[in-house]
């Protein structure tokens, strides 16, 4: 098992300035797997100090250097990836085909696309006689979270490396071991001292301290809408650049004429994906109102037929990650039955059989009005809300109701209909009648869900500064 009791800093493996720990629980059992160091303001300043006296050298290497280390650690992120995924398996519970899968396998998937889109950024471009320059903006702190462990850490880990900025990554306290894994093969790939550093630790004793910083230009964070929104606070003072990736509540919109038998089950699936714990699960699902039984009754029978159980068995869902998440999960769930929406399957109940994790059957409700809190506050967990409608337009009008605006769903009888009601939607992205995620194209959010992007072109430049430089050209 990977150590979450020490830190990388400057180039080298460090005990904490004190000894703090707390335990990994495995979610699965409840069972203690491990433990994580928990940093204090003084390891911070350790790794923000490595991190800046690397950058001067780091940012000035060559385009070839720099993808010279990228390809090297990602070949060793390939060559790692069962282990990667077992270790997201213990501390989050995904089960081991996804975790071996989808979860380490993200970490390749965006350091090659970082790798492709770096053979050939242009650094430098000609605006009439002026010069345009983008350069590294410099010491990074990197915030991630327990969800999609890996890929968090891979959308802002390889695209600072491509941009020459050194970096200080904090990953989550309640899954750290991933991070950890990276940190060896920093180590071995034989990267620069002070320009990938790892610290562990909880957010109020080590996170204000990194993302307040003077000396650090930029803040990455991907987590809660209220973390995101206490960090950019913490970093306002300071002026440094804050992207964040936040929460969601997407709405999955069946338009009519769709194909029930086919949609709905696929949104209930995309739903459960992961135990619900993605930001941008399809989490509401707006139907025509005249079909609405039709719907839920494909519905219960989608959610009736996804497996529960333990990670290592390999069902289609595993537990709720943490005991936080759990408790937030059910409390939501019960809050759902109390305001008067219908429970159409599932509940706050522990599955039978598995009454020593943190496990939660996937919930639907239906009947679920628009203002209701179940069909407003982001659950995080297997919870899906079936929200009739009467026409587009209110459908349209519901999708956009929403603190929220991270990514949508349209399903329609055809690709232009379905894009229609796309364009009308407030959301960072869309997904057309069930396409994937392209990891070329941009990932984040409007209003609530965040700023800036992640991901292909738009992720590395999120680490570049501009320079004007006049009759340069």
Not at 38 to 65: C, M, Q, V, Y
Not at 104 to 115: D, M
Not at 392 to 401: E, L, M, R, S, T
Not at 453 to 460: F, I, S, Y
């Amino acid at each position: 098992m990977a150590d979450a009791t020490r830190f990388y800093i400057d180039g080298a493996w460090v005990a904490p300035v004190a000894d703090a720990r707390a335990a990994i629980a495995n979610p699965a059992d409840r069972s203690v797997i491990g433990e994580v160091a928990l940093g204090s303001p003084a390891d911070a300043e350790a790794a923000i100090a490595a991190a800046k006296a690397a950058f001067p050298a780091w940012s000035a290497t060559s385009r070839a250097k720099r993808l010279g280390f990228l390809e090297k650690i990602n070949a060793a992120l390939v060559a790692r990836a069962d282990e990667i995924g077992d270790a997201i398996m213990a501390e989050m519970g995904a089960p081991i085909g996804l975790a071996r899968g989808a979860q380490a396998g993200s970490g390749p998937q965006h350091f090659t696309e970082t790798i492709r889109v770096l053979r050939d950024y242009p650094f430098e471009t000609p605006l009439g006689s002026t010069l345009l320059q983008r350069e590294a903006i410099g010491v990074c702190v990197l915030i991630t979270p327990w969800n999609w462990p890996m890929n968090q850490i891979a959308t802002k880990v390889a695209p600072a490396l491509a941009a020459g900025c050194t970096m200080v990554l904090k990953p989550s306290e309640v899954a750290p071991l991933d991070a950890a894994i990276l940190a060896e093969i920093m180590d071995e790939a034989g990267l620069p001292k002070g320009v990938f550093n790892l610290v562990h630790g909880a957010g109020p004793d080590i996170g204000n301290a990194l993302t307040g910083h003077p000396d650090v230009d930029m803040v990455s964070f991907t987590g809660s809408t209220r973390a995101g929104v206490a960090i950019a606070t913490n970093a306002a003072p300071t002026i440094k650049r804050v992207a964040l990736e936040l929460g969601g509540k997407s709405a999955s919109i069946v338009l009519p004429g769709a194909d029930l038998a086919e949609v709905v089950p696929a949104s209930v699936r995309g739903c459960m994906l992961n135990t619900g714990q993605s930001c941008n699960a399809p989490t509401r699902l707006l139907v025509p109102r005249d079909r609405l039984a039709e719907a839920e009754a494909l519905a219960k029978a989608a959610a009736q037929a996804i497996t529960v159980g333990m990670p290592a068995d390999n069902p289609d869902m595993g537990p709720v990650a943490n005991a936080a998440q759990y408790a937030r999960v059910v409390a939501l769930i019960d809050q759902g039955v109390a305001e008067g929406s219908r429970l159409l399957c599932g509940g706050s109940a522990l599955p039978a059989g598995l009454e020593n994790g943190l496990f939660v059957p996937p919930t639907i409700f239906t009947d679920v009005a628009p203002d209701s809190t179940i069909a407003r506050e982001e659950v995080f967990g297997p919870v899906l809300a079936i929200i009739a409608y009467d026409s587009v337009d209110q459908a349209v009008a519901i999708a956009n109701d929403s603190l929220y605006g991270l990514s949508g769903y349209v399903w329609g009888a055809d690709k232009d209909s379905a894009r229609t009601v796309a364009r009308r939607l407030r959301t960072g992205m869309v997904h057309l009648n069930g396409a994937g995620l392209d990891s070329a194209a941009p990932f984040g959010g409007y209003k609530m869900s965040g700023n800036g992007r992640e991901w292909g072109v738009w992720g590395l430049e999120e680490f570049l500064e501009v320079k004007s430089i006049y009759g340069g050209a």
